[in-house]
């Protein structure tokens, strides 16, 4: 089943022959989202107290993670903070160099790093050098930087302030609304002075049509390999005791649904469901990418340097934490990129990287992350978070 589509279609509505009832509705948490203890992190996590470092950690889980898989884990000392890679926590054949994992990680940087002033922390960040390589057979936690905490000066910013209102939001956007040019001009600036990255903003329709096509034809062709389906399966959670159970993973209430849609597909079987996804269209993604105004990349020098995927995520979390706290929504759309590490890992002509270059029309700049922004017709869900206690080292 597909990431993008496995709630999409008309089939939805029109398979809803639910059995079972209200018994069903409220076992699936059709009446409790966001509730329980799934959800908990989301709200808890400015109450502090005086027991900082550790509310730094809690600002970090809050960040964005592929597939939500959240592959972080947090070593705190008196004065430092260790972030180390949970290898096992991968979408195997759809991120065979743990890529996006380490983007992941970038996210969650970018979140303790803004947390840091917020509670009277000086903090600097160390990003271990390295290079990605295949998943690893026996995994086991791996330092990729180091947060050294002095005392500092307190003070809160925007983006600090929107971390418990980010969400990825995969419903529709509204094409008619435009983005303000300096909001753009400002998302622009966001990688400041960085030698190695390069955010590629793209608000023409020609150039957006031609992305949307390149991530639809990557969206149908990653997804019909089996290995890649299995990856991906193992982090869709469709039942609510599994939500609560995991505290990770894709879910229906962040999928992007209406309300009324949402509640039917937390009530179907996932032989329905699946079903239902079958029938949805690959129009309806490049669609969906069109409605946004806005289509960005996160460009690098070197897609595979272990410290320019911590910088590239740290810039998706900073770009998405702007867009929140200026009324705007978000979604990465990445499998364009998947395809990039896909055809490397077996050994095909990099084809989908050709593509990517033929937009940006600059071949020293890898795309490594791909967005959409704009101003949702939805709200977004908040996705479950696996509490503090349970990422700790
Ligand atoms: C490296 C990376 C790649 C991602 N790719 C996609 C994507 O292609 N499509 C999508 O809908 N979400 C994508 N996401 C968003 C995650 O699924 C999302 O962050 C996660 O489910 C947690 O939800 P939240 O961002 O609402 O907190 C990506 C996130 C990261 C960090």
Redesign the pocket.
């Known amino acids: 089943m597909r ?2 589509s496995f709630l999409k279609g008309t089939g939805i509505v029109t398979v809803a022959v639910v059995g079972g009832g209200v018994w069903r509705a409220w076992d699936q948490g059709v009446f409790s989202v966001g509730e329980g203890p799934a959800y908990e992190p989301w709200k808890g996590w400015r109450n502090t107290g005086n027991d900082a470092p550790l509310a730094l950690v809690r600002a970090a889980i809050l960040a ?5 898989t959240q592959p972080w884990l947090f070593k705190i000392t008196d004065s430092a903070i260790g972030l180390y890679i949970d290898t096992q926590r991968n979408v195997g054949a759809l991120d065979p160099y743990l890529r ?1 994992e380490h ?2 990680m970038g ?1 969650a940087l970018e979140n303790l790093m803004l947390a840091a002033p917020a509670n009277g922390y000086a903090a600097t960040a160390e990003l271990l050098p390295g290079k990605l390589g295949p998943i690893p057979a026996a995994p086991k936690p791996q330092l990729l930087a180091r947060v050294n905490l002095a005392p500092g000066k307190r003070e809160e910013n925007e983006l600090y302030n929107a971390i418990p209102r ?3 939001n ?1 419903g529709p956007y509204d094409p008619s609304k435009t983005i303000p040019p300096d909001f753009v001009a400002a998302l622009k600036h966001l990688p400041g002075d960085d030698a190695d990255l390069k955010l590629f903003l793209f608000t023409d329709e020609a150039d957006r049509k031609k992305i949307a096509e390149i991530s639809s034809a990557a969206n149908t062709e990653i997804y019909s390999d089996p290995d890649v389906q299995r990856g991906s399966e193992r982090w869709v959670r469709l039942k609510w005791s599994a939500v609560q159970k995991y505290r990770d993973g ?1 879910t229906i209430d ?1 999928s992007g649904l209406p309300p009324i849609a949402t509640a039917i597909a937390k009530m179907m079987s996932a032989r329905m469901l699946r079903w239902a996804a079958s029938r949805s269209t690959d129009n309806g993604y490049a669609n969906l990418m069109l409605g946004a105004p806005l289509i960005g990349f996160i460009a690098v020098r070197d897609r595979y340097a272990q410290e320019q995927c911590l910088q590239a ?1 740290r810039i ?1 979390q900073r770009a998405h934490l702007f867009a929140t706290a200026h009324g705007l929504s978000a ?5 364009a990129v998947e395809m990039v590490d896909h055809e490397r890992a077996l050994g095909r002509p990099a084809s989908r990287a050709a593509l990517l270059n033929e937009v940006t029309t600059d071949s020293t700049w890898q795309p490594t ?1 791909v967005f959409y922004m704009g101003y949702p017709k939805l709200s ?1 869900h ?2 479950p978070r696996r509490p503090v206690q349970a990422v700790l080292v």
Not at 64 to 68: D, G
């Open positions: 990431r993008r964005a993670s592929p597939h939500n996006e983007i992941g996210c980010r969400h990825t995969r894709l962040a995520g998706w979604r990465p759309c990445n499998e992350f977004a908040a996705s």
